[in-house]
Every structure is written in C-alpha cells, then in structure tokens.
C-alpha cells in the first residue's frame, strides 16, 4: 500500500532557528514528490518539486533533498520567520499519476 | 475559472442534517481528491476519481459519506446525517495528469455541526 509519512507531527521554533521536516514514503513506482506550504486558512500552496534524478532544491530559505534509495525526503527551513507558521505537506506521485499525501507537519514559528 | 473552486467556504449545520459541498475542479484536470482536515489534525484522505475509472472510496469514514464526479468535472461530496466529529476543513485537489504536474488545491470548505 502506497504510503506517506511525515515526522514531526509538529514543532514549535523560535523565529531565526532552523528546522529540518521529515517524510517517509513507501510509494511505488516512484515519479515525483513535492512539498507544499499551507498557511491557515488557505489552500496548500507548491513549494517543491523533486525527481527521481535530483538530490537537492531549493525555494528560497527552503531547501528540499531527497533520497530515492531509502525513500526520504526532507525540507529545511532556514533562519525562520514568523511567515513560516504553516502546515507543511508531503505529497508522493506514482508513475501511475496517483498522488498520496502525508499528513502534514505543522510548524509554529514564535518570536 | 483559474482555479480549484469550492462551494461554500464556510457551512454550519445541525446535528443530524445533510451537506453537499461542491468543488468544481480546473477545467480538464482528469484527477480529483477530497480530503479533510480536522482542527489540529493533518489531510485526511477521503476520496480519489481519475477520469473514468471507478473512485478509490477508501477514505470515506463511514456510509454517511458519499461523494460523486458527474461529467468528469464537478464534484460533490455529500455527508448524511451529520455528527459534531465531521466538523472539518474539506479540501479539494484536481491533477492535469502528467508527471510534472502538482496538485491544484481549492480553498476548502469549513463545516462546523453544532
């Protein structure tokens, strides 16, 4: 069964600490996973895309890797802001198209 | 329209009543999800349509929930006889298809059964 894990559940950071969120999936034949942002309220929103073939991207003081051997992916926050209280959701597509989602890390940005 | 559209953004309802929340998708996007997300709780996956292939209904927590995709756009999720634990954001996601594409998110409905 197609799956995706994420760790933390959530954290509490203080504003210009870094963090690093975590996501484990089990999803199989590969394509693609992307991380997005979804502040409250709102709809999820892309931050990233990753490939079989790519390690590292970034977007901004956000960083994604990913690990296709052990099937992890993780997306650093560097010198967060108070911008950056979001739920953060890993989101895995089989070659098949079919998308399945983590089911978030919420981040708690204080001053 | 531009994007992912749900109707309504917000809906409070009795105990007992029914819902249907809308989501009308990007026109020509072949998927569409429905998820909710409970107060402090992460993405629940309820229901997935893929063009014309029949839904993947795993997510649906129980018989109340039911939802269907007419025409291959539209899409409504139904809840019967609701309860004070369906109180949720609803999200809705439709795909293009093609492996370089993300997922389109609406804005999501927030149901509240007093």
């Known amino acids: 069964k197609n799956q995706v894990e994420q760790s933390p559940q959530s954290l509490i950071i203080l504003e210009g600490k870094n963090c690093t969120l975590q996501c484990n999936y089990t999803v199989s034949p590969f394509s693609n996973l992307r991380w997005y942002k979804q502040d409250t309220g709102r709809g999820p929103v892309s931050l990233t895309i990753?490939?079989?073939?790519?390690n590292t991207k970034s977007n901004g003081r956000y960083t994604a890797t990913l690990d296709a051997d052990t099937k992890q992916s993780s997306l650093h926050i560097t010198a967060s802001q108070l911008s950056d209280s979001a739920s953060y959701i890993c989101?895995?597509?089989?070659?098949?198209?079919?998308?399945?989602f983590g089911g978030g890390t919420r981040v708690l940005v204080k001053p | 329209g531009a994007g992912v559209s749900q109707s309504p953004s917000n809906k409070v309802t009795e105990k007992g009543k029914d819902v249907e929340l809308r989501c009308d998708p990007i026109?020509?996007?072949?998927?569409l999800y429905w998820y909710r997300q409970s107060l402090g709780q992460g993405l629940e996956f309820l229901i997935y349509?893929?063009?014309?292939?029949?839904?993947?209904k795993s997510g649906l927590p129980s018989d109340r929930f039911s939802a269907e995709r007419t025409g291959g756009s539209v899409s409504t999720l139904t809840i019967q006889r609701t309860q004070q634990e369906d109180s949720a954001v609803y999200l809705c996601a439709s795909t293009p298809g093609g492996a370089g594409t993300g997922a389109f998110f609406g804005q999501g409905t927030r149901l509240t059964v007093v």
């Open positions: 349509f893929q063009g014309n292939s029949a839904p993947d």
């Open positions: 990753m490939t079989f073939s790519e």
């Open positions: 989101v895995v597509r089989a070659a098949g198209n079919k998308l399945t």
């Open positions: 026109s020509g996007h072949t998927a």
